[in-house]
C-alpha cells in the first residue's frame, strides 16, 4: 500500500498569514493527488484534485504543487474560516490511502 | 448541488452486522461511482472501498481492512448506495461517510454528512 506522510501534523498561524502543508508519499503516483478540508463535526470538502487542480467554487487563495513524491497545499493569505483539518488522498493505486491529517488552529 | 444522506448507523455487538443506506440526489446518480469512507473518533480519514457504475461493470475495490466483510452495491432505479458491514469489530466503529466520485478520475467531490457506527458490547 502507498503510504502517505502528511507534515506538519499541527499547524499554529495566523489570520494573513501564507502556510504550506506538505504530503509525502511511499512511492510515486504521479500527480494522482487530492486535497480536502474538514472542519469539526462536518464531512470534507474537495479543495484541490490532480494536485494542482481547483475544486469549482474553491477560493484561489487556495493552490497545490507537486508529482511523484511530493506535494504541497498552500493557503496564500490564511481567513478565519480556513482553521481547520487538511488531509492528502492518493487515488493512484488501491487501496486509496489518505494521509494522517495536519490540523491548522489560530496562534 | 448533490445530495448525500446516510442513514442506517447504530450501536451494535462486535460480530453482529449492520447495513447503512446512502441515497444520492440532484445528480444522475447511475452515472458515477460511489464510495464510502470512515473515521474514527477522533482518528484521519479512511478509504473503506467504491463501487462503480453499472457502465463501468458495477464492480467494487475495497480497504484490506474490510475485505471480505464489507459489500457495497447499489441499487440505481432508487439511487441507493449501501454499505453491508458483517463480523462487525470494534476497530469499525466512526463516522461512515457516503461519498460520490468524480468523472474524472477518483476523486471524492461530495460527501455525507455521515453516520455513526459504534461496535461495542
Known amino acids: 500500500d502507498i503510504q502517505l506522510t502528511q507534515s506538519p501534523s499541527f499547524l499554529s498561524a495566523s489570520v494573513g498569514d501564507r502556510v504550506t502543508i506538505t504530503c509525502r508519499a511511499s512511492?510515486?503516483?504521479?500527480?494522482?493527488l487530492a486535497w480536502y478540508q474538514q472542519k469539526p463535526g462536518k464531512a470534507p470538502k474537495l479543495l484541490i484534485y490532480a494536485a494542482s487542480t481547483l475544486q469549482r467554487g474553491v477560493p484561489s487563495r487556495f493552490s497545490g504543487s507537486g508529482s511523484g513524491t511530493e506535494f504541497t497545499l498552500t493557503i496564500s493569505r490564511l481567513q478565519p474560516e480556513d482553521f481547520a483539518t487538511y488531509s492528502c488522498q492518493q487515488v493512484h493505486s488501491y487501496p486509496h490511502t489518505f494521509g494522517g491529517g495536519t490540523k491548522m488552529e489560530i496562534k | 448541488e448533490v445530495q448525500l444522506v446516510e442513514s442506517g448507523g447504530d450501536l451494535v455487538q462486535p460480530g453482529r452486522s449492520l447495513r447503512l443506506s446512502c441515497i444520492g440526489s440532484r445528480f444522475s446518480f447511475g452515472d458515477y461511482a460511489m464510495s464510502w469512507v470512515r473515521q474514527a473518533p477522533g482518528k484521519g480519514l479512511e478509504w473503506v472501498g467504491f463501487i462503480r457504475s453499472k457502465a463501468h461493470g458495477g464492480t467494487t475495490e475495497y480497504a484490506a481492512s474490510v475485505k471480505g466483510r464489507f459489500t457495497i452495491s447499489r441499487d440505481d432505479s432508487k439511487n441507493i448506495a449501501y454499505l453491508q458491514m458483517n463480523s462487525l469489530k470494534s476497530d469499525d466503529t466512526g463516522v461512515y461517510f457516503c461519498v460520490k466520485m468524480a468523472l474524472f478520475g477518483h476523486y471524492l467531490d461530495y460527501w455525507g454528512q455521515g453516520t455513526l457506527v459504534t461496535v461495542s458490547s
Open positions: 512511492q510515486g503516483i504521479s500527480t494522482y
